[in-house]
């Protein structure tokens, strides 16, 4: 398996616009979370989904952030309108529930890279 | 609720020395626990986990971490620091989420 896909890697955008994460899991998991990461806040879990449902998605900042997983082996995290203030690393992870009794490790994408201006 | 904690953001170590990076865990199950590594622009990439039996656990890269369920901890060493350690290191709990520890900052120093 290729790892966990995401693109682009890197999306340089302008104030308003909207912007669109994609991230591609590793076949046959079933978690699938999406993660920002930044120097004041660190890596921050914005939402998760189990068997292409949202489970949690209580660290979504704010309604302009949408995630959605249409099938097992795709997902998108968009922000409309996007801000200078969601800059940051979106990191796309995945993994599949251990014994049931938790994950195993989760496997993370390259990450995307966004800079808005 | 899961907890990590992580203590201290920043390590710094001379090339040669102990490595000790360590993390501390509250769980009401079990728990599964992680250490990650990220080096500087890449994603995190597992350094070692531990799940069920041995307590110490070998990774790569010559890290290990020992479970240690009476002191709620899975600290991370290395006997001797490289250069090429320089990066950040998580610590994360499995439950149906990753919890992961606010990251440590290693340098090394020559």
Redesign the interface.
Known sequence: DAGVIQSPRHEVTEMGQEVTLRCKPISGHD?L?WYRQTMMR??E?LI?F?NNVP??DSGMPEDRFSAKMPNASFSTLKIQPSEPRDSAVY?C?S?FL?GG???????????TRLTVV | AQSVTQLGSHVSVSEGALVLLRCNYSSSVPPYLFWYVQYPNQGLQLLLKYTTGATLVKGINGFEAEFKKSETSFHLTKPSAHMSDAAEYFCALSGSRLTFGEGTQLTVNP
Not at chain 1, 101 to 109: I, V
């Open positions: 978690y979370f660190g890596l879990l998760y189990n489970i949690d990191f992870a993994s251990l009794q938790g994950n195993t490790e989760a496997f993370f994408g390259q990450g």
